[in-house]
């Protein structure tokens, strides 16, 4: 028996009465990511909701690097180690909760706007009630980002693509029955993993891009959506129900809330993914509707499985009817459709597409650092001592730092990827051939914002 069937029904005193002042509380958020950010929505909603008298304070990189994390963060939660959590809904179905396995039914939840519709709907009270009677309350359940196919090879066609083949999933039961259905081995692979020897991987844009996945896997089909990746919070019992009633209303509120901002976030990230997917040389395409619906018949047998259980039979029933109503196409534009940013970079003296090589230097004083961080609202973990002079030079294809760190640079209209073997970032540039100058905008990396955003750096020789 799981941690999950447990009854947390002892010694958890229940909701003041109403007009009692109820202390503030720091209720503790694991998160398996690297940073909360984008969660903050979240936290700032759930203060609001309950007038200032509930924090949320993040637990950032629990279980990193373990494939399992979502499932321990999970049994954590249940336990109490903390308050609060989210998960996708892919560790449920291994600790014998079904209630969440019908919205990572493969190739059934396709687009931004049937996600939307299921999310909205009263289906989200009937899953989070599947917690009903374990250790966990269920908070609510967000939109998140659509994950595709990216395979090695030109041959992502019909489902026999895989047969044979291996591939990265994440810790999920149904993704493992899913792909051993179409003939392949797979194996569980952490955020933001090594992919190792394998043929194909299921992921978001933004993961395919940000890890480097699609160097490897430089295929990816827009139009077959394996399943998306959801945001379920839930709360530890007991320290849910040691919350006043308004607490609790505030709380389940802003997870309610926090479904928009998380599903602009996530479509927004692949419009933008999508474009330096193209740029960075992966071929996004798409299989067409013969070969997707070849896909969906060939995991009949999943299907099968997920209805043996009736509640999850039933929403699995009332999701595809709203598919039908809402006949939403599943793709974004493929490559030879993506319209790349333009170019401000002259062509004489170019290194290839973009500014001219050479040495650039900035020099900022510590009272335009000190503006710049106040602006910026810039973490004190984050601001450097300043006077500052950072420097880097660009020659023959290679980016050298001031610390004597080498990147290779890639240039694609106003973007650049800086590339070393321990990771990427990316920025937008803009140069002044007049002044000599070349002026930056961090995309990734927050941490390099105070390194390239402050000043323009000037051409030096």
């Given at each position: 028996?799981?941690?999950?069937?447990?009854?947390?029904?002892?010694?958890?005193?229940?909701?003041?009465?109403?007009?009692?002042?109820?202390?503030?509380?720091?209720?503790?958020?694991?998160?398996?990511?690297?940073?909360?950010?984008?969660?903050?929505?979240?936290?700032?909603?759930?203060?609001?909701?309950?007038?200032?008298?509930?924090?949320?304070?993040?637990?950032?990189?629990?279980?990193?690097?373990?494939?399992?994390?979502?499932?321990?963060?999970?049994?954590?939660?249940?336990?109490?180690?903390?308050?609060?959590?989210?998960?996708?809904?892919?560790?449920?179905?291994?600790?014998?909760?079904?209630?969440?396995?019908?919205?990572?039914?493969?190739?059934?939840?396709?687009?931004?706007?049937?996600?939307?519709?299921?999310?909205?709907?009263?289906?989200?009270?009937?899953?989070?009630?599947?917690?009903?009677?374990?250790?966990?309350?269920?908070?609510?359940?967000?939109?998140?980002?659509?994950?595709?196919?990216?395979?090695?090879?030109?041959?992502?066609?019909?489902?026999?693509s895989l047969d044979g083949k291996v591939v990265a999933v994440g810790?999920?039961?149904?993704?493992?029955?899913?792909?051993?259905?179409?003939?392949?081995?797979?194996?569980?692979?952490?955020?933001?993993?090594?992919?190792?020897?394998?043929?194909?991987?299921?992921?978001?844009?933004?993961?395919?891009?940000?890890?480097?996945?699609?160097?490897?896997?430089?295929?990816?089909?827009?139009?077959?959506?394996?399943?998306?990746?959801?945001?379920?919070?839930?709360?530890?019992?007991?320290?849910?129900?040691?919350?006043?009633?308004?607490?609790?209303?505030?709380?389940?509120?802003?997870?309610?809330?926090?479904?928009?901002?998380?599903?602009?976030?996530?479509?927004?990230?692949?419009?933008?993914?999508?474009?330096?997917?193209?740029?960075?040389?992966?071929?996004?395409?798409?299989?067409?509707?013969?070969?997707?619906?070849?896909?969906?018949?060939?995991?009949?047998?999943?299907?099968?499985?997920?209805a043996t259980d009736d509640a999850t039979a039933s929403v699995l029933?009332?999701?595809?009817?709203?598919?039908?109503?809402?006949?939403?196409?599943?793709?974004?534009?493929?490559?030879?459709?993506?319209?790349?940013?333009?170019?401000?970079?002259?062509?004489?003296?170019?290194?290839?597409?973009?500014?001219?090589?050479?040495?650039?230097?900035?020099?900022?004083s510590a009272a335009e650092m000190q503006a710049f961080w106040e602006?910026?609202?810039?973490?004190?973990?984050?601001?450097?001592?300043?006077?500052?002079?950072?420097?880097?030079?660009?020659?023959?294809?290679?980016?050298?730092?001031?610390?004597?760190?080498?990147?290779?640079?890639?240039?694609?209209?106003?973007?650049?990827?800086?590339?070393?073997?321990?990771?990427?970032?990316?920025?937008?540039?803009?140069?002044?051939?007049?002044?000599?100058?070349?002026?930056?905008?961090?995309?990734?990396?927050?941490?390099?914002?105070?390194?390239?955003?402050?000043?323009?750096?000037?051409?030096?020789?």
């Amino acid at each position: 028996m799981t941690l999950l069937a447990v009854i947390a029904g002892c010694g958890a005193p229940a909701g003041r009465g109403v007009g009692s002042q109820p202390p503030p509380v720091v209720l503790t958020l694991a998160n398996a990511n690297h940073d909360h950010a984008f969660l903050e929505p979240f936290a700032e909603s759930a203060s609001v909701a309950t007038g200032g008298t509930v924090t949320i304070a993040f637990e950032d990189e629990v279980y990193k690097g373990e494939a399992d994390a979502e499932s321990r963060i999970v049994e954590d939660v249940a336990t109490g180690a903390f308050d609060l959590g989210w998960v996708a809904p892919r560790p449920w179905h291994d600790r014998g909760i079904r209630a969440f396995d019908a919205l990572i039914a493969p190739f059934l939840i396709d687009s931004y706007a049937l996600q939307a519709a299921v999310l909205e709907s009263d289906l989200v009270d009937e899953m989070l009630a599947g917690l009903d009677g374990t250790a966990l309350v269920g908070l609510g359940i967000a939109p998140g980002p659509l994950r595709r196919m990216a395979m090695a090879e030109l041959a992502l066609g019909g489902p026999d693509s895989l047969d044979g083949k291996v591939v990265a999933v994440g810790d999920s039961a149904i993704a493992r029955m899913t792909f051993e259905q179409l003939g392949a081995t797979t194996f569980s692979l952490s955020s933001g993993g090594t992919l190792g020897p394998v043929d194909a991987t299921e992921a978001q844009l933004g993961a395919i891009l940000g890890n480097g996945y699609h160097r490897d896997l430089p295929e990816i089909a827009l139009d077959l959506v394996v399943w998306p990746r959801p945001i379920i919070f839930f709360a530890n019992r007991a320290a849910f129900d040691a919350l006043t009633d308004e607490q609790q209303t505030g709380i389940r509120s802003a997870a309610d809330q926090f479904g928009s901002v998380a599903l602009t976030a996530a479509r927004d990230e692949d419009t933008s993914a999508a474009t330096d997917l193209c740029a960075d040389g992966a071929r996004l395409t798409v299989v067409g509707e013969e070969a997707r619906l070849a896909w969906v018949a060939a995991v009949q047998p999943v299907y099968d499985e997920l209805a043996t259980d009736d509640a999850t039979a039933s929403v699995l029933e009332r999701i595809a009817e709203l598919k039908a109503q809402i006949d939403a196409p599943a793709t974004t534009a493929a490559c030879d459709l993506v319209e790349p940013s333009p170019s401000t970079a002259p062509t004489d003296g170019s290194s290839d597409v973009g500014f001219p090589d050479g040495t650039y230097q900035a020099s900022i004083s510590a009272a335009e650092m000190q503006a710049f961080w106040e602006a910026n609202d810039t973490p004190l973990e984050l601001r450097e001592r300043c006077p500052c002079e950072f420097e880097f030079t660009l020659e023959d294809g290679v980016w050298t730092g001031d610390d004597g760190s080498t990147w290779m640079p890639s240039f694609f209209g106003d973007r650049l990827s800086l590339a070393d073997r321990e990771g990427e970032f990316t920025l937008r540039w803009r140069y002044d051939p007049e002044s000599e100058e070349v002026s930056f905008s961090v995309l990734d990396g927050e941490f390099l914002k105070s390194h390239f955003e402050p000043k323009p750096f000037r051409r030096v020789h």
